[in-house]
């Protein structure tokens, strides 16, 4: 995983080791790095936790918006009064509904952030215990959607678009009762190490936001008191030093991110 911690935070330097193999950073021209007004993004999961938090923060930037969650009700309640922000409820393990969110947001498309995904069951089952049929459920969410989104996406990408693919350290570090959902997340981002290598004209990073105190987490450990976990609006300009910098594609923390700039 990339160490930032000891970076320049310039983000028009290329990080050391940052780029994936055969991969070199694309050079956006600066006047369209600055021109975030107007540009078209995808967000998945943004009714609630970092999903919204970054939708509020690129609504306010200028992004032109397609964002959805499962729930019609919470999705418009959330997105409420944010401008130029197109509100689609639906499943994204359902093929349908992600036709109407790509479409919905018109094109050329400048960013793609996969970040809905389901935790399966709760409390975590050990492997031994896991049902197979829960176990496809989880990866139709956190793996399948997501590349089939990219898929639908690149004949409608910018030039030096970003995709933007929220992964976790569960998907690195063998944690006990979390090899659903880790081992989910570690498939997703060794898809995006090679669509990075495929795509080197776009920017596709896989981000470790770390712990949140979010609706997820909680799920994750019933009936613990998570309130020592940071907002998930702690994550977002990390997530915004990608989407507006020229970090090269590759496996990124947050928190390296965030320390990087500071």
């Known amino acids: 995983m990339e160490d ?37 993004g995808i967000i998945t999961g943004a009714s609630r936790g970092l999903g919204l938090a970054l939708t509020r923060a690129l609504s306010g930037r200028g992004w032109q918006l397609a964002v959805d969650a499962r729930s019609a009700v919470g999705l418009e309640s959330a997105v409420a009064g944010l401008a130029d922000v ?17 479409d919905a947001v018109g094109e050329p498309i400048d960013l793609l952030v996969n970040n809905a995904s389901v935790l399966g069951p709760s409390p975590l089952p050990p492997l031994a215990r896991y049902s197979v049929r829960e176990l496809r459920s989880v990866y139709e969410a956190n793996v399948f959607a997501p590349l089939a989104l990219v898929q639908l996406s690149l004949p409608r990408f910018a030039a030096g678009a970003r995709i933007v693919n929220i992964v976790s350290d569960a998907a690195f570090e063998a944690y006990e009762r979390w090899g659903g ?21 776009l920017r596709v990073y896989a981000v470790d936001p770390g712990d949140m105190r979010t609706q997820m987490q909680q799920e994750a450990f019933p009936g613990e008191d998570i309130s020592d976990r940071p907002p998930p609006e702690e994550s977002v300009p990390g997530l915004l030093r990608l989407i507006e910098g020229h970090l090269p594609s590759g496996l990124y923390r947050v928190n390296d991110l965030v320390a990087a700039s500071a």
């Open 86 to 102: 197109v509100a689609v409820a639906g499943d994204v393990a359902d093929p349908d509904h992600r036709r109407r969110l790509v």
């Open 4 to 40: 930032l911690s000891e970076q320049t935070t310039k983000d028009d330097e290329r990080v050391s080791g940052g780029a994936l193999p055969g991969n070199e950073p694309v050079d956006r021209p600066a006047a369209t790095l600055l021109r975030m007004s107007g540009m078209r």
């Open 181 to 201: 959902y880790g081992s989910s997340k570690a498939a997703l981002a060794q898809i995006t190490a090679i669509l990075g290598t495929e795509h080197p004209g």
